[in-house]
């Protein structure tokens, strides 16, 4: 992951060449401290969120950092882990904006998904289709967070039946915000960015730590039982074995 602040728009890039920039630790490691650097930096206006290469905004974890799990805690550590970046990066006091070209999955979409803006190219692509891959389980913040921003209608489906969503139809849900062209994508994030870094920013920050407080009014249920279930599962070992060895897991339902 690489980090920037120009013009007063931190720049982040996620990238791990050749995994379609999944998060490895060290990736999360180093997310993990960028809210508390842009909060503590005035001169810093927006943050932009982007995939290196052009390839993938980000393809969820890297598969490789499940192969040494073998109970549930591990799994139920890693989503709170996660889960406490996700909600610090919530937290980031400046608009944040996700620029999505190709697949935003799992991790990757959650990302995009705790950001007040997200751009997209007609390619990107947006999921988690844990359920036909490795098996374990999204937590009850994360899913309560894409219920709220594609619907419950929409984030059932695309969960239960494994599916992706074209820019287009997250455009249409609500989840995108606008929908560029590759070559008119540079251009329409500079405009935004100039009406951004030109504001009130006690307005835009106000604005945000209200939008924040709403979603937090809302009474997220406890998940660790589910989550120690299926990260604890055969199933799972089975889904990251397969993964890897690039086939289609045999489910045990254990």
Request: hydrophobic share 45%.
């Amino acid at each position: 992951m690489t980090f920037s602040v120009s013009d007063r728009v931190a720049w982040v890039e996620l990238s791990n060449p050749g995994r379609l920039n999944a998060f490895t630790w060290s990736m999360y490691d180093e997310l993990a401290l960028l809210p508390e650097y842009v909060n503590l930096h005035s001169e810093v206006r927006a943050v932009v969120f982007r995939g290196a290469g052009g390839a993938a905004f980000a393809a969820g974890t890297d598969i490789n950092q499940f192969v040494d799990f073998r109970d549930g805690c591990q799994g139920i550590a890693y989503e709170h882990r996660v889960g406490g970046i996700l909600d610090a990066l919530s937290g980031i006091k400046v608009p944040t904006i996700a620029v999505v070209d190709g697949p935003a999955v799992g991790a990757g979409l959650a990302v995009a998904a705790v950001c007040d803006i997200v751009l997209a190219t007609p390619g990107a692509v947006f999921g988690a289709p844990i359920a036909r891959t490795l098996g374990n389980c999204l937590p009850a913040p994360v899913i309560a967070k894409l219920q709220g921003r594609l619907g419950v209608n929409r984030t059932m489906k695309m969960l239960l039946t494994a599916t992706m969503l074209t820019a287009e139809e997250a455009y249409a849900a609500g989840f995108v915000s606008q929908v560029l062209a590759p070559g008119d994508i540079t251009d329409g994030l500079s405009k935004m960015l100039k009406r951004i870094t030109t504001s009130a920013p006690l307005t835009l920050a106000s604005v945000k730590e209200i939008s924040r407080r709403l979603e937090k009014s809302g009474a997220i249920p406890d998940s660790d039982d589910l989550l120690g279930l299926c990260y604890g599962s055969e199933d799972f070992r089975e889904g990251v074995t397969a993964f890897l060895e690039h086939r289609h897991p045999v489910w045990k339902g254990q």
